[in-house]
């Protein structure tokens, strides 16, 4: 699960939920109100299947600038983050099931400023419509969207969201294969996929997490003894591939197969790689 502040100082928890621990909620949790007052609500996140269960979730909040305008601000963008006050911060939402992966574009929506008192006490019926408005403030849910899915042939083992606001998120697959999605960028309507590993290692091709959710899942979901974990370095271009055999660090700077854009940073013995695998 993970979490991020809301508007208001209110806290926007992402989990599982659902049978099976198959669906992916959003959770507001309220910081200006008791519990009994005002209880914690929750909204079921787009994913692009609900039948598996979710092995892990990635919230990570973006720059305000990037989703233009939401519902409170009419979707023209001409409203600023000084007029108003975000609902919730614009943020990526990945979500990792055991044959797939999902990309939410979740929160950016606004409402507007509270209103200047006026001298003197205000009347009862003032005081009962600002309160009214308060309600539903707090009960409305945060815009959400699918924005990319796939169900790659070689199960998905790990995924990383950029922390350095980049609009990107890693996808490591079971046989060792590093892929980056990039919102930032569009092909066709569709965020731009790419393989930062060469095609020798297991679900290497860039066909292997091709947009979409339909298809019959990974061919390895059952094998205990692959896994693979990603990560982004201290520098925004550079990310950290992990396997049972090797940990190395890619240059996304570098043209696919334009000369040296990887390096091994640690190797196992195959000694390790047994008491790895049976991790």
């Known amino acids: 699960s993970g979490g991020i502040s809301g508007g208001g100082g209110d806290l926007m928890l992402a989990h599982t939920g659902g049978e099976g621990a198959s669906e992916v909620y959003i959770t507001k949790i309220s910081s200006s109100s008791s519990p009994s007052s005002s209880p914690a609500l929750s ?5 692009r299947c609900l039948t598996q269960p979710v092995m892990q979730i990635e919230l990570m909040e973006m720059p305000a600038g990037w989703l233009g305008g939401g519902r409170g601000s009419g979707g023209g963008g001409s409203h600023t983050a000084k007029q108003h006050q975000y609902m919730m911060s614009p943020s990526l939402l990945a979500a990792r099931d055991a044959r797939g992966v999902s990309l939410i574009r979740v929160g950016g929506d606004v409402f507007p400023p509270p209103k200047t008192k006026t001298a003197g006490r205000p009347e009862q019926g003032q005081q009962q419509q600002q309160q009214q408005q308060e309600e539903q403030e707090h009960e409305q849910p945060p815009p959400a969207a699918l924005l990319w899915s796939a169900a790659p042939r070689s199960a998905p083992s790990h995924v990383a969201l950029s ?15 590093l892929h980056v999605v990039d919102v930032g960028r569009l092909d066709g309507g569709d965020p731009h996929v790419r393989c930062l590993t060469s095609p020798d290692r297991g679900g290497g091709d860039e066909g292997g997490v091709a947009g979409g959710g339909g298809g019959a899942g990974a061919d390895d979901a059952s094998r205990g003894d692959d896994w693979a974990g990603c990560a982004y370095g201290a520098h925004p271009r550079t990310v950290l591939l992990a396997t049972p055999r090797e940990v190395s660090m890619v240059d996304m700077r570098a043209a696919p197969g334009g000369g040296q854009s990887s390096r091994v940073l640690a190797r196992s013995s195959s000694s390790q790689q047994q008491q790895l695998g049976s991790l």
Do not use: F
Not at 163 to 177: C, K, N, Q, T, Y
């Open 43 to 47: 909204w079921r996140m787009p994913t």
């Open 163 to 177: 922390p350095h606001g980049m609009l990107e998120m890693l996808v490591a697959l079971r046989g060792g294969a």
